[in-house]
């Protein structure tokens, strides 16, 4: 059964239900069958004797009445004549009428189980079943109450075999009829199955086409529909979109830090070289020898920062989250930074009192450190920067701002990117991850990094949690 494929299995589930559904179907039509006809047998059985009950006459003289005619019978009885109509003699649907005395005796008419029946009490309007050789035999009586008719008594005899032909064509053609409704279906269930598993089998081809040439371009094409199976297609399919985006920025992100990394890495093997070349002054193994530190530590603030970022997208644990006094982090941030000095550019901040938020200290403060690194890096000799934490709308807005170089408009989607520089920053010492390091830790909490500037007047960036 396990190694059955899914259309078999389906089909063979669908066959077997039928199978049972069209037996009690089958078992059902013929005992519905059986007590319509009994009924119906025991319904003519009373429709003909009531009937007859109209079919006697008594007259006390034969003076004045045609006794020539053709369809009638006259018999004695008592002091008078009884007449019988003719058509009392033939047997109606299986059904035959008598006229028995109150003493149960035969006066006329025919009864196939006489000897059966002989015996039995007459009960008015009532139907009474009798056994006769193995066969049922229903039973009417109607009393005459005509006047001269009294003691006189109509009874009608059936077998319940009359509708055994009925019956058996009711049988043969249920055995052709259903047999054949279940093969067509399950035949036409067979097809109907390969049909909806169709979406499934270019679903899964597609995947192992996928799986085989390592094309996440690939898309599942089942064309237009709104079922399960489309919306199961379109769900792969946005799978592998951000599964090719996810690969795509990997390759890039490898490919720029490849190219970064090169840069530090040929500078230290060039000043090794140079150094062992020949003999050097101490002036010059030490300025050597701090060329190698200072770009060994470019090259560890890199792979670190490489790092952070493989950490947060995994959801790494190394980042716990905790209930954090924003405005106590970012005051305290702001006056260690403000001890830089840098350019002599001065930093101002405001922070609203009583603002909490649940995140990670480490990386909220390496932020607004980035935030604040970038604004010197690129700001304008004696200039200023802003720090502004504030509370609106339910949401958090911490925001850096400078009066330095500015970011031009084809530029400000760009920065975020990992190992972009602008072209206004190629002097700075950064490489390019800063930025894109704090939009990494604002998305890391849920929030999201936006930024405003212009060329010669600044730039903003506004961290929403």
């Given amino acids: 059964m396990r190694k059955l494929s899914l259309r078999y299995k389906i089909t063979l589930w669908f066959s077997v239900a039928l199978l049972i559904v069209v037996s009690f179907t089958y078992i059902s039509i013929l005992s519905v069958?059986?007590?319509?006809?009994?009924?119906?047998?025991?319904?003519?059985l009373i429709?003909?004797?009531e009937n007859n009950y109209d079919e006697f006459r008594y007259h006390t003289s034969l003076d004045s009445t045609d006794t020539d005619r053709d369809?009638?019978?006259?018999?004695?009885?008592?002091?008078?004549?009884?007449?019988?109509?003719?058509?009392?003699?033939?047997?109606v649907n299986g059904v035959y009428t008598a006229l028995y005395s109150s003493e149960s005796n035969l006066l006329y008419g025919e009864n196939p189980v006489s000897r059966?029946?002989?015996?039995?009490?007459?009960?008015?309007?009532?139907?009474?079943?009798?056994?006769?050789?193995?066969?049922?035999?229903?039973?009417?009586?109607r009393r005459l109450t005509l006047k001269g008719l009294n003691g006189l008594w109509i009874?009608?005899?059936?077998s319940e075999k009359q509708g055994d032909m009925q019956m058996s064509t009711i049988t043969r053609i249920s055995l052709i009829l259903l047999p054949a409704i279940l093969l067509i279906s399950c035949i036409g269930g067979y097809f109907l199955v390969k049909r909806m598993l169709r979406p499934i089998q270019k679903i899964s081809e597609t995947a192992k086409q996928i799986g085989q040439k390592n094309d996440l371009k690939k898309r599942i094409e089942l064309g237009y529909g709104n079922d399960e199976l489309h919306q199961l297609a379109g769900t792969f399919n946005d799978?592998?979109?951000?599964?090719?985006?996810?690969?795509?920025?990997?390759r890039r992100f490898i490919s720029d830090a490849s190219h970064e990394l090169r840069t530090p890495m040929s500078v230290i093997?060039?000043?090794?070289?140079?150094a062992l070349e020949k003999p050097m002054s101490e002036e010059e193994y030490e300025r050597a020898l701090k060329v190698i530190s200072r770009q060994s530590q470019k090259m560890s603030k890199m792979i670190n920062d490489m790092l952070d970022f493989t950490r947060m997208e995994a959801g790494s644990e190394k980042y716990p989250m905790e209930t954090i006094d924003m405005t106590e982090l970012v005051s305290s941030v702001c006056q260690d930074m403000a001890l830089i000095r840098e350019k002599n550019i001065k930093l101002d901040f405001e922070a609203e009192k009583g603002i909490v938020f649940t995140g990670n200290r480490l990386l909220l403060s390496r932020l607004l450190i980035n935030l604040i690194s970038n604004a010197y890096r690129y700001g304008n000799q004696n200039g200023h920067i802003w720090v502004c934490l504030n509370r609106e709308a339910q949401k958090i807005h911490l925001s850096v701002k400078d009066d330095g170089i500015g970011i031009a408009k084809g530029e400000q989607d760009?920065?975020?990117?990992?190992?972009?520089?602008?072209?206004?920053?190629?002097?700075?010492?950064?490489?390019?991850?800063?930025?894109?390091?704090?939009?990494?830790?604002?998305?890391?909490?849920g929030g999201e990094i936006t930024v405003s500037s212009e060329i010669n007047k600044g730039s903003k960036f506004t961290v929403i949690l």
Avoid: W
């Fill in 33 to 44: 069958s059986n007590q319509i006809l009994q009924k119906t047998i025991r319904d003519n």
């Fill in 155 to 158: 009874r009608g005899v059936v």
């Fill in 47 to 49: 429709e003909t004797v």
């Fill in 414 to 445: 760009k920065i975020f990117q990992r190992f972009y520089q602008s072209d206004n920053s190629h002097s700075g010492e950064g490489v390019g991850l800063g930025l894109s390091m704090a939009g990494e830790i604002a998305r890391f909490h």
């Fill in 269 to 274: 093997s060039a000043q090794c070289e140079l």
């Fill in 239 to 250: 799978t592998f979109d951000k599964l090719d985006k996810s690969f795509e920025t990997q």
């Fill in 71 to 91: 369809n009638s019978h006259f018999l004695e009885f008592e002091s008078g004549y009884l007449e019988v109509n003719d058509d009392f003699l033939n047997e």
């Fill in 116 to 141: 059966a029946t002989y015996g039995t009490p007459f009960k008015d309007s009532q139907i009474q079943s009798i056994d006769s050789e193995g066969v049922t035999y229903y039973i009417f009586d």
